[in-house]
């Protein structure tokens, strides 16, 4: 595995490749990382895949200099699995050399709902940083996680709308045994909020149970499920049911007839926030 940290290097090693696959990643690996890396890997070659904590998709009160940067060990990781032939890891000053002025604005109705409502500038901060990191690997297949499932169909959307060569691929979110999704936040959960943060999982899965009996409507599953974890002791952010086409509240009709619908979940277990989803 080759490790570059800036862009005319990276494009010299992919010069001549025809079918570059792509995961975009924060750092901090873990299993699920590498599951995406695999089935990248199985949709195009070379793969690359980069590391960068972008700074944009953070806001002001949120975790940026916390968030926890492990390149030595994500390297050695990325070796082991033998799947990754160049890794991007440029430095701020490399991909931002001068303040990002031009940024990549997702529409209200999907971009301002959501994550967006709790986090602002979050998926502008994605969405600009995915299109530069697109402009510098160039990739024709990427894989993204389903546990971001609004970032998923952000990304998709931009593609689609920009007209870029890119396959976007999702890769199911990988668990632990009990439940709990892989993620690199997970790491700050004391051994107390680490037993009960599978409850997120819990509720989503006993939301999808209750849409199944149609016993409840909507809104009623997703005021039950907020109270259920405020009264374990949750600072909930959103529990909502939504269609999987595209995250919009689901009419009557709609949700009487079937339609594919997901449960959403953002909560706080201590100083954690995390996200988790459904399909149904």
Known sequence: MKVVDNIQE???????????????TMGNL???HLSLMKMARQHGDPLVASIFVNRLQFGPNEDFDRY???LLD?????????????????SEKELYPEPQSFRVQPPDHLGRILEGEFRPDFFEGVCTVVLKLFSCVQPKVAVFGKKDYQQLMVVRSMCRQFQLPVEI???????????????????????????????LYQT??????????????????????????????????????RRQSDLLEPTAEQYAQGEPLV??????????????????
């Open 30 to 32: 873990h299993q699920a």
């Open 74 to 90: 994500d390297i050695a990781k990325m070796e082991q699995e033998r799947d990754v032939y160049v890794l991007f890891a440029p």
């Open 204 to 241: 989503l899965q006993r939301m999808q149970q209750q849409v199944r009996e149609q016993v409840l409507d909507a809104h009623q599953i997703e005021a039950q499920a907020c109270e259920h974890m405020r009264a374990r002791g949750w600072d909930v952010d959103y529990m909502a049911l």
């Open 68 to 70: 926890p940067r492990t």
């Open 10 to 24: 990276l494009r010299d090693q992919l010069q001549g490749q025809l079918r570059v696959a792509f995961v975009p």
């Open 169 to 199: 691929l999702a890769h199911e979110t990988v668990r632990e045994e009990d439940g709990l999704a892989m993620s690199s936040r997970n790491r700050f959960l004391s051994a107390e909020e680490r037993a009960e943060a599978p409850a």
């Open 263 to 280: 449960a959403l979940a953002a909560a706080r277990i201590g100083a954690t926030r995390l996200i988790d989803n459904l399909e149904i």
